[in-house]
């Protein structure tokens, strides 16, 4: 069992910048890969960012490449998401997901959730 909790999610101007941490219980937090998906209002969910258990494979969505970064620190049990260049079509809730496949979270698909954080980026 994983327990995530997501955190670092605000108002911010456009071309600014947020960093999202995702706090995961158990000490298995090693064996996951971790995601990074967002919701916006009226629209499905869709994923943004994948990170492998070791940290050495990325995966990110095409609206958010080149903007968006990925990490892990495997100590402190955390997952971050480094967010610059933010746009107004980056307004949404954050969810913080973990799965021990990295190749199901990369096809969007996990098995623990957190209750999400919600970023929101005037224009």
């Known amino acids: 069992q994983v327990q995530l909790v997501e955190s670092g999610g605000g108002l911010v101007q456009a071309g600014g910048s947020l960093r999202l941490s995702c706090a995961a219980s158990?000490?298995?937090?090693?064996?996951?890969?971790m995601g990074w998906f967002r919701q916006a209002p009226e629209k499905e969910r869709e994923f943004v960012s994948a990170?492998?258990?070791?940290?050495?494979?990325?995966y990110y969505a095409d609206s958010v490449k080149g903007r968006f970064t990925i990490s892990r620190d495997n100590a402190k049990n955390t997952v971050y998401l480094q967010m610059n260049s933010l746009k107004p079509q980056d307004t949404a809730v954050y969810y913080c997901?973990?799965?021990?496949?990295?190749?199901?979270?990369?096809?969007?698909?996990?098995?623990?959730w957190g209750k999400g954080t919600l970023v929101t980026v005037s224009s």
């Open positions: 997901a973990a799965d021990s496949s990295y190749s199901a979270m990369v096809a969007g698909r996990a098995r623990y």
């Open positions: 158990g000490r298995t937090f090693s064996s996951y890969a």
């Open positions: 990170i492998s258990w070791s940290g050495t494979s990325t």
